[in-house]
Every structure is written in C-alpha cells, then in structure tokens.
C-alpha cells in the first residue's frame, strides 16, 4: 500500500465500515449481515463499496448466484478483516473498562443508519 493510499484509508475509514466487513464475513450473505446491523441490504453493499474504494482494492467475492450472497473474502478482505476485529474488540474493551458498576448501569438502545439517511 503506498503511503498516500495508506493515509487516504487511515483519514477515511470508519467503525461502520469495519462492522459491515465484519457482519459481511461471519454471514456470508449481504441480506443476513444487513439484518444483523439493523440496516438494509443496499445500505451495506453500499458501506462495502465505500470501504473497497477507500482500501483501493476488492475486499469480498461475490457469489455469482446474486449479489446478495457472498463467496468469501480476498485476500485483502482477510487482512483487513483480522485488524477489524482487532479493532471492534478494543472498542468493546474500552467501553467495558468505563463503564458503570452493574448495579448503576444504565441500558442502551442503539440504532443504525447511514448518514445519508
């Protein structure tokens, strides 16, 4: 990667972009990994594609049955997907590390969309 490609993706990816790999990967299907996110399917294909085209690479095979189905990852798509867990599970581990006690914790509601919404 060079080192203007590497600062493009540093500058331009985003955490919804890292879930959408993530969701993509483990269902293998863009409809699942969708439900999975509370988004809908052209909304995730459409976070993939940003996330391709900032990686300037293909991260996904798609199954040549239908574009909602996938056949597994690129190469790329797999390096990629190994620091996004990475990534997700620091987040998670910060959040966990400030966190409330569980008698005061306080229930959260999280909801999904995309910012053209």
């Not at 919804?16 to 809908?40: I, P, W």
């Not at 996330?51 to 798609?62: D, H, M, N, P, S």
């Amino acid at each position: 990667m060079t080192s203007d490609l590497r600062l493009d993706f540093v500058r331009n990816v985003q955490l919804r972009h890292l879930r959408c790999l993530v969701a993509v990967a483990q269902e293998r299907h863009l409809a699942r990994a969708a439900e999975r996110l509370a988004l809908s399917q052209p909304a995730v294909s459409k976070t993939l594609s940003e996330l391709e085209g900032i990686a300037g690479t293909r991260l996904v095979e798609r199954s040549s049955a239908g574009r909602r189905g996938v056949q597994g990852l690129t190469p790329a798509g797999e390096q990629l997907l190994a620091h996004a867990l990475k990534v997700l599970e620091a987040l998670d581990a910060s959040a966990e590390a400030i966190a409330p006690t569980a008698a005061g914790r306080v229930e959260r509601l999280r909801i999904g969309a995309l910012p053209s919404v």
